[in-house]
């Protein structure tokens, strides 16, 4: 059975016919194949989408690039026309300076779309050590303002007598702002520093050699792991699931980063994945709306879907039906609570 013949149909008709109706513009109109930039860890949850969006219907498979969530959305506000992508992935929010700068060239009208969630693992080789880490010892790990031991055992006698390698992505990847974000900045307050500061540099991650920026293909650091049983890597919770035979992941604040723990809100260190769509682009790039509805279909991000197969953690059924209902209707963020 096509994956486009499911209870969504009546969600697709309707996506369809906003996008006949919502396009007031074809910009795009001279290139028949849709380009997606951006995440990561989006990257291998909207290749599946778009394999299956090529075997499935009419229109060519999407080409997906692997640019980071910080480069995808630089490549996807550089303006509307066939030279820019029709979606970005984000492994966090759009930021505001984003906002602004899709705003300054003339990217004003856009989708967005959250499609699940995601932990962020600290992970490493079967092989090695088992590490339960807390976001405080995190922040005295890898800070760059931080106490920089050269031993996890420096931090607490109960940890590996090992030294701090850790293997991450660049500062382009919305994993490293998550990051950041929900374990650094976590822990330089749990440690007693000030909130303002912690917010800004104190959650800035040290640059002398402890902390490896790994690029943006975490396929990769997996392989790095197993290769070095030493260190360290961080990624999104997709790539510890779909190589549970080689690495294992860290307990963060005494939860086990596990499907269950991420979906009922208990991992610390979790956040929202998204794409943004063009609007402009709907209607004139053939099958933009028809992949859009594909991805939102029961049987790519349902429960019983393919993406949490993949380890995407599923939107509540309640999230999910008024994300369909946006697309459907192809409202427009308007930047609230960007920060």
């Keep these: 059975m096509s994956y486009l013949s499911s209870p969504t149909s009546a969600f697709l008709s309707g996506l369809v016919l906003a996008a006949a109706l919502g396009s007031t513009a074809t910009p795009a109109a001279a290139r028949d194949q849709i380009r997606i930039v951006g995440s990561s860890t989006v990257f291998p949850f909207s290749t599946t989408v778009a394999e299956q969006f090529g075997k499935t219907t009419g229109f060519k498979t999407p080409i997906v690039e692997s640019t980071g969530s910080g480069g995808g959305l630089k490549l996807f506000c550089a303006g509307v026309g066939v030279e820019t992508p029709d979606i970005a992935n984000a492994s966090r929010r759009m930021k505001r300076s984003e906002w602004e700068m899709c705003g300054e060239n003339g990217v004003n009208a856009i989708v967005e779309v959250p499609i699940g969630y995601d932990g962020i693992v600290i992970a490493n080789a079967k092989a090695a050590p088992d590490f339960a880490l807390s976001r405080a010892q995190l922040w005295q790990a890898l800070a760059e303002a931080g106490p920089k031991p050269g031993m996890w055992s420096d931090i607490d006698p109960a940890l590996p007598a090992e030294r701090i390698e850790v ?25 007693g520093n000030d ?28 392989a790095k792991l197993e290769a070095n049983p030493q260190a360290l890597g961080i990624f999104g919770f997709s790539f510890l699931d779909q190589n549970a035979d080689k690495i294992k992941g860290a307990v963060i604040d005494g939860i086990e980063p596990d499907f269950d723990e991420i979906a009922e809100g208990n991992y610390p260190i979790a956040r929202t994945l998204y794409f943004y769509l063009k609007k402009a682009h709907v209607g004139a790039v053939p099958g933009l709306s028809e992949y859009t509805a594909l991805f939102l279909s029961d049987p790519m991000v349902g429960e019983d879907g393919m993406l949490p197969d993949k380890g995407l953690i599923p939107l509540a059924e309640d999230e999910l039906e008024a994300i369909r209902e946006r697309i459907a209707t192809l409202a427009e963020m308007d930047g609230e609570g960007l920060h």
């Design 167 to 191: 293997l991450g992505p660049p500062p382009s990847s919305g994993t490293r702002d998550a990051f950041e974000e929900l374990a650094m900045q976590k822990g330089c307050i749990e440690v």
């Design 195 to 222: 909130k303002a500061f912690c917010k800004n540099e104190g959650r800035e991650i040290r640059r002398d050699g402890a902390y490896v920026d790994a690029g943006e293909n975490d396929n990769l650091i997996v």
